[in-house]
């Protein structure tokens, strides 16, 4: 099987690309290193991840680099991860959403249907349900409303994809993911700054009063799920173009990843309070029951063995200062 990887450099891209590489596929990863976070850690998932892959750098929101990845290329699937994440930009920055969420999605969707390829996948988010009050959040609710731009560009894939797909030769599957964490994890996320200050003794910024609460998905659990998505995808000769929930459930407040992380590190983080982010919704939760349909599993790994796990490659296998420099 020949895939195309976006964001392969990225957190949940490497280690999917990983696993499709150890399955056989021949995969082209591709991914800009941009510097939303340290382009270093980018690199280090290169050396860890992708070794057996053909890494190529290039940015999606340029037409002719990615008509030339296309060409001759017979991708059977194509899995687009590649986007400006996070919520928390300001609005001189909302260019970065346009550019690699808008712009590069549609050059990646368009590219697919035009060279004739037969699976599309790509990332959606939890983010489209907004501040949804109907939870657990369900792939059947219609009335969706997103409270960030970030959001909105999420929401755009999906109908973007339906829309580009219909009456092609193209299925297209979005990716709504539930906060996604463990090791080589994103240094912009909460359980990531929390880690991070507890090792190094450094003091955390908590936006708002600690009770946001999240669904959170293990990132062996989100990537097996992937896996188990492309696959399910390929092997249906049905006209499909559906989003999907990856998440099982889990919800959390984040004063309780603290109290978590806390008992691991056997230390007390010191906190800071600053005012609530506007575009952070209040709550997230998945109804994981359409995953478990598709791929017979949902994620399960519990967020006090997950967080073991990510404190351990963080305060045992990264030099502190390279911690310092991530974040
Ligand atoms: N991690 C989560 O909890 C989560 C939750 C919901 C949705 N998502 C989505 O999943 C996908 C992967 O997220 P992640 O957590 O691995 O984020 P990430 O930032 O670690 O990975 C995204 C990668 O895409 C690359 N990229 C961005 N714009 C690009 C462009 N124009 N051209 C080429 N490469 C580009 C970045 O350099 C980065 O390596 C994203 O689409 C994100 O929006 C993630």
């Given at each position: ?75 059977d699937v ?35 249907v035009?060279?004739?390829v037969k699976n599309f996948i ?17 792939e ?21 994809a339906h829309?580009?797909t219909r009456n092609t030769n193209t299925k297209s599957r979005g ?53 188990l998505l492309i696959e399910n995808l390929t092997e249906t000769n049905d006209r499909i173009s559906d989003v999907v ?45 359409y995953l478990?349909q598709l791929t ?32």
């Open positions: 099987m020949k895939i195309l990887v976006t964001g392969a450099a990225g957190f949940i891209g490497s280690y999917v690309a990983q696993l499709l590489a150890n399955k056989g596929a021949e995969v082209t990863a591709i991914d800009n290193l941009n510097d939303y976070y340290s382009p270093s850690l980018k690199e280090l998932r290169i050396e860890n991840f992708l070794r057996e892959t053909n890494f190529i750098n290039i940015d999606i929101a340029n037409r002719e680099d990615v008509e030339r990845i296309f060409k001759n290329s017979n991708f194509v899995l687009n991860l590649a986007a400006q994440a996070g919520v928390r930009l300001e609005p001189q920055d909302f260019h970065k959403y346009t550019d690699s969420n808008l712009v590069g999605f549609q050059n990646i969707i368009s590219h697919s035009a060279n004739g790509y990332a959606s988010s939890s983010s489209v349900y907004g501040n949804s009050s109907k939870t657990p959040y369900s059947l609710d219609k009335e969706l409303s997103p409270i960030s731009y970030y959001g909105a560009t999420k929401l755009s894939n999906e109908q973007s829309a580009i990716l709504r993911l539930f906060t996604v964490y463990g090791p080589w994890g994103r240094p912009d996320m909460a359980y990531f700054r929390i880690a991070k200050s507890l090792i190094l003794d450094q003091n955390f910024k908590l936006y708002g009063d600690g009770t946001l609460r999240r669904d959170f998905t293990y990132v062996d659990d989100a990537s097996q799920s992937i896996l929930n990856v998440g099982g459930g889990n919800v959390y407040a984040i004063n309780q990843l603290i109290d978590v992380l806390n008992e691991i590190s056997k230390k007390k983080l010191s906190v800071t309070r600053r005012p609530q982010v506007n575009t952070d919704v209040l709550q997230t939760s998945a109804d994981g029951s478990e017979g599993k949902i994620p399960s790994t519990k967020l006090e063995k997950g967080l073991l796990s990510t404190y351990k490659w963080m305060s045992e296998e990264v030099d502190p200062e390279k911690l310092r420099l991530w974040t």
